[in-house]
């Protein structure tokens, strides 16, 4: 959180104030502004939704989408469901970890950060994977990379 | 002045559109082509993506993959004048996927710029919610009834009886959850909608609103849809500001407020009562029927859950008659269905066509059969919870009976295609794999049952002790079908056993095995 104080997470919180049906929608813009959910604003979102810790902890580490650490400047998500299985998405899997990114560990190589996701809703021109939101269809190991490298500033 | 048309859709972008329509504004520019590039969603043909379109008198005439670097060539040779090249697949309408097909609900689809209500208005639009704000509550909900509409989102519950219990319970609040969290491989039709022609589903749930005497709608959209979400939220500024949406709906006494709730990464919210808990801002934790949500739903108010399918097909049976709507169908399941070809598969896209049509028709006559060039092996309908089928139930009519009596389930109506090389232990090992990883985790045999599955599939598959292994697997699959409170858990063991059942071979069951 280092170039946000609380008090500015608390203000961009503002409109949820002690509304406990917000917990998921505040962690969501936390996310938006610090590009992950650093452990101290678990508690600021309680405080700001007036409900428990543990409640917000809870829905913190339901949802596949949060982070606790920041992610890396490109996050690809490489899509592991049954209509990219049948297009051939072991090879990709394995091309991409030969080069070294694991999308199981999610383990950040300069700068790009590869995770595994349940469907994009590309299924007929798998296999298919996002580079920080841009869809790619047909996606290979290379087609990936280039696009991930053009947007490392 | 030429009209000019580049997709938007997510699937056209990931082939590379966005790129080609900036390459056609320049090159028309740099050779003094006078155009007027319209964005729209797309038709669904999605293996000739980016499939540019061009206006002629005749109807218009579609390029098939073009690439960017293909573009000054294409406007060069006078192609968007004649409408000849060698990319031209002659008129889009004609083309022997999109001919014969009966875009009810996707009839604007690929059609226009879904960011234009007056383009909407222009394509029959509004026409629907116009005769809905004249037509009395009970009046709407008895043409959905009529019209044999049923959810398209899985369970096929019909829809018009869902609106009457809702229409039918006193409440000072009401509400519409559209739901939109498509999770299952294989279905993008909600998405193709949501990109390619927003404003249908806004109006079917406005439709649904005055029906039921809700006047809040929310829809809950998946976070893997960020361009669906940006649309949506563009659409409904828009429907607000033109007086669709608000405290008037087009001047009339009806309220109705929208808004799009996004998901943050879990597939079980997808399941009704688990989407009203992260609706409420909480983990999405299956909820014990009854009580059913239209009755205590939403913050415990009355609540209308619908699939974007579902919704959108609204407007055209409140326009048209729910007598054109039921002409449509197969024996129970009336109207059309958008099939999604997907996978390992040729021609992948949507198919919007009555119920009714065969799965051999599909894969092989609108799908042309594996991208690979390999004999088919086994296609998967309905997700990552339906059964998987072989080619011995090519003739099954693709319709809720019928393919549920084959041992399938049509879901949400995808159809993921696999070649020979697929290996059915692995597909139903994944099965389970998914399951545990996605499992809200509040009944056992979903929650611990699915790990377990892992480990005794794997077993089998080791020649462990198989007889009595198999015998243990399908004790588990019982008590996870009977004893798992929604979907999830028991529907996993569909793909399970139906792959374990065609394709004992892949997990070294020798032939003769008692299964």
């Given at each position: 959180m280092s170039n946000y104080s609380e008090e500015s997470i608390l203000n961009y919180l503002g409109p949820y104030k002690g509304e406990a049906s917000a917990i998921l929608r505040s962690l969501q813009l936390v996310q938006e502004l610090l590009g992950y959910v650093p452990d101290s604003a678990i508690d600021l979102v309680a405080k700001n939704s007036n409900v428990s810790r543990a409640e917000v902890y809870g829905v913190f580490t339901f949802?596949?989408?949060?982070?606790s650490t920041p992610p890396a400047q490109v996050v690809v998500k490489v899509c592991v469901a049954e209509a990219c299985q049948a297009s051939g998405n072991a090879e990709l899997i394995s091309q991409l970890h030969g080069q070294g990114y694991d999308i199981h560990s999610g383990k950040i190589k300069d700068d790009i950060q590869m995770e595994q996701t349940f469907c994009l809703g590309n299924c007929a021109l798998g296999p298919a994977a996002m580079v920080n939101g841009k869809p790619i269809g047909r996606a290979t190991s290379a087609s990936i990379l280039k696009t991930a490298v053009e947007l490392i500033s | 002045m030429i009209k000019v048309f580049v997709p938007l859709d997510s699937a056209a972008l990931s082939m590379g559109a966005d790129e080609v329509a900036i390459a056609i504004v320049q090159s028309a520019a740099s050779q003094g082509k006078d155009i007027t590039l319209i964005r729209t969603g797309s038709r669904g043909m999605l293996w000739l993506e980016p499939l540019v379109e061009v206006e002629t008198s005749a109807g218009r005439i579609g390029f098939a993959n073009i690439s960017t670097e293909a573009v000054p060539e294409l406007i060069k040779s006078g192609a968007l004048d004649t409408g000849s090249h060698k990319s031209s697949i002659g008129l889009v309408e004609e083309h022997d996927f999109f001919k014969n097909q009966n875009r009810v609900?996707?009839?604007r689809v690929g059609v226009i710029d879904p960011l234009s209500i007056s383009d909407y208005e222009n394509h029959g639009g509004l026409v629907g919610l116009r005769k809905a704000l004249e037509m009395s509550a009970a009046e709407v909900v008895s043409q959905v009834t009529e019209s044999g509409l049923r959810g398209r989102g899985g369970a096929g519950f019909p829809a018009g009886i869902k609106w009457q219990t809702v229409l039918n319970t006193q409440s000072d609040q009401k509400y519409i959850c559209c739901n939109a969290d498509e999770g299952d491989s294989g279905t993008f039709a909600d998405r193709m909608l949501m990109e390619g022609d927003p404003f249908t589903l806004i109006e079917g749930m406005i439709i649904s609103g005055i029906a039921v005497g809700a006047t809040q709608g929310l829809i809950y959209v998946r976070s893997e849809y960020p361009h669906a979400i940006d649309i949506l939220n563009r659409a409904i500024a828009m429907a607000n500001e033109y007086g669709l949406l608000g405290s008037n709906v087009l001047g009339s006494k009806s309220a109705f407020a929208l808004e799009v709730r996004v998901g943050?990464?879990?597939?079980?919210?997808?399941e009704e009562t688990a989407m009203l808990e992260s609706l409420e801002g909480k983990r999405g934790m299956v909820r014990a029927k009854p009580p059913i949500p239209a009755l205590v739903g939403l913050f415990g108010k009355p609540t209308v859950i619908n699939n974007v399918m579902t919704l959108s097909a609204v407007p055209m049976i409140l326009a048209q008659g729910a007598a054109a709507y039921q002409a449509l169908g197969h024996e129970r399941s009336r109207g059309t269905q958008v099939f999604q070809l997907a996978g390992n598969?040729?021609?992948?896209g949507v198919v919007e066509v009555a119920?009714?049509?065969?799965l051999g028709e599909l894969v092989d006559i609108y799908g042309g059969g594996t991208n690979s060039g390999k004999p088919v092996k086994t296609v998967q309908i309905g997700g990552p919870l339906g059964a998987y089928l072989g080619t011995?139930?090519?003739?099954?009519?693709?319709a809720y009976e019928s393919l549920a009596q084959a041992g399938g389930m049509l879901g949400h109506g995808g159809i993921v295609v696999f070649d020979d090389t697929a290996n059915m232990a692995k597909q139903a090992r994944f099965a389970m794999e998914f399951c545990a990883e996605e499992s809200c985790g509040k009944c056992t045999p979903c929650r611990i049952g699915s790990t377990r599955g892992v480990e005794v599939i794997d077993r089998i598959v080791a020649g462990e002790d198989q007889e009595k292994n198999l015998e243990l697997l399908e004790d588990l699959c019982e008590v996870m079908t009977d004893g798992s409170l929604c979907a999830m858990g028991g529907l996993t063991p569909m793909p399970v056993r139906s792959a374990l059942k065609l394709f004992p071979a892949d997990f070294g069951i020798k032939t003769g095995a008692k299964l």
């Open positions: 949802y596949s989408d949060f982070r | 609900t996707f009839a943050a990464g879990s597939y079980v919210c997808g598969i040729k021609r992948g119920f009714g049509i065969t011995e139930s090519w003739d099954v009519a693709m």
